[in-house]
Nanobody, 118 residues
């Protein structure tokens, strides 16, 4: 079982910045992908940014050049630096870790609210 704890959400004005952090604990493969997804009211959950244990990353087009993902493999943490936030970034942000052994294992945190006011 994997436990993910997020922190860093909050309310910010448009153009502001926030940093989200997530710490993973429990037993899971060291070869994994950690990242962030978000879900706005009435919308499906979508990928924001992910990074695997080799440092390969991917971003949603809507956040490229504004968000930066980083991770510490030794600490099993992942961070999301969000700059130039827009009202459209308002959502619940979920930390995720997934890995493959006999099948794909997916785990999500409880989510942290990010609200961007105009």
């Amino acid at each position: 079982q994997v436990h993910l704890v997020e922190s860093g959400g909050g309310l910010v004005q448009a153009g502001g910045s926030l940093t989200l952090s997530c710490a993973a604990s429990g037993s899971f493969s060291s070869i994994n992908t950690m990242g962030w997804y978000r879900q706005a009211p009435g919308k499906q959950r979508e990928l924001v940014a992910v990074m695997n244990s080799e440092g390969i990353f991917d971003y949603a087009d809507s956040v490229k050049d504004r968000f930066t993902i980083s991770r510490d493999n030794a600490e099993s943490t992942v961070h999301l630096q969000m700059n130039n936030l827009k009202p459209g970034d308002t959502a619940v942000y979920y930390c995720n870790v997934y890995y493959y052994t006999d099948r794909r294992y997916d785990y999500y945190g409880q989510g942290t609210q990010v609200t961007v006011s105009s």
